[in-house]
Every structure is written in structure tokens, then in C-alpha cells.
């Protein structure tokens, strides 16, 4: 199976675990939200391109609320069985939803005390820091300062150039892709000048 799926299982045994009205990182929503999120996403075409375009917003935002509303076991069931063999996102499981249902994996997760970042093997970590350096050119494009990833390796990628000063992230690829994404609750440290650190650390990473 691949990491796309593999994530979709362990998200919804999460938000099962959690139940529906759990919090997460994302706002105010809830799991029964984000869940909603997901089949939207994947099952709704007419509803979907909100989730990006803003003047379509709305009305994705009145197609999830009804799909919120549904029996929690039936979203569970929806997200659980992922995209419909009509849905482009069926065939590019891997492409479309590998940062998708880890990143909501772990909203999920790390919305409770005590959470602690997950071991995963050098194999999906070496995806996860495929997609951080792609993501990090969007989440970083608003630094005032130049960006640089570094794995504990010592593997560094140069994300986001800008000015003579330059900001270092050190971390797992996983919790680097998490920090591109504008999640705070990671386990990364940054180097660089206090001021130049601070700007970085609490930048408006939203796309």
C-alpha cells in the first residue's frame, strides 16, 4: 500500500478515536469538519474548487456544512474509502494526497497535550522531504530573509531566497513539511539572528 493510503487509515482511526467534535489545527474546525473537508474534496468536483479559489468559497462552504451534518460513521466510511474511481484523485493517490492525509493526520493529533512526533521509516521521510522543499516555496514566500532546510543528516535544501541573511530550519523532513504548511505545534529549530528567527518563526505561512 502506498503512504497516501496508509496515512488515510491511521487519520481515520484518529478521528475516530477522538470523536467528532475533537479539535484540530485547522481554525476552529472540528475532526466532523475536517472530515467534511475531505469528502468534499474528493467526491464533490462541483464543490471542491472553492477550497482554493475564494470567490468559490461559499458556496463549498455551504456543500461541506451539509456533508458535516451527516452520521459521523457515515463521513468516516467516506473518508476511509478515499476518491470514487470517476474522481482524478482515485488515480493519483499518491501525487494528490500524500502531504493531504499526512498533514490532517497529524491536525488532528497535535490539536491534544502530550502529542509527540510519530517515527516513520527513512523511506517516507525521504518522500515527506521531497514535497517540504516544494511546499516551502509557497509557505516561505513572504520571508524577508533566505530560508534553508537542514535534515539531521546535515542535508540541506535552500527554499526561500531573499536578502544577504538567512534563516536555517533544522528538523525532521516530516515536521519541516509540517512548518511549510503553517502548523506551529513541530519539533524544528531555527538558527539564524534572534530577529531574523522570529520573523520566520511567525510568518504567515497560509497559502
Known sequence: MTFAHDERLALVDSMSEFGPDAPTLCGDWTTRDLAAHLIVRERRPDAAPGIMISALAGHTEKVRAAVAARPWPELLDDVRQGPPRWSPMYWFDAQANTTEMFVHHEDVRRAHVNWKPRVLDGDRQEQLWKYAKQVAKLGYRKAGV???????????????????????????????????????????????????????MTLDRSF
Open 146 to 200: 533566505e530560508v534553508v532546510f537542514e535534515r539531521p543528516s546535515g542535508e540541506s535544501a535552500l527554499v526561500r531566497k531573499s536578502g544577504s541573511r538567512s534563516v536555517i530550519l533544522q528538523g525532521e523532513p516530516a515536521e519541516l513539511l509540517l512548518h511549510a504548511f503553517g502548523r506551529n505545534e513541530v519539533v524544528v529549530d531555527a538558527k539564524g539572528e534572534l530577529t531574523d528567527v522570529q520573523s520566520v
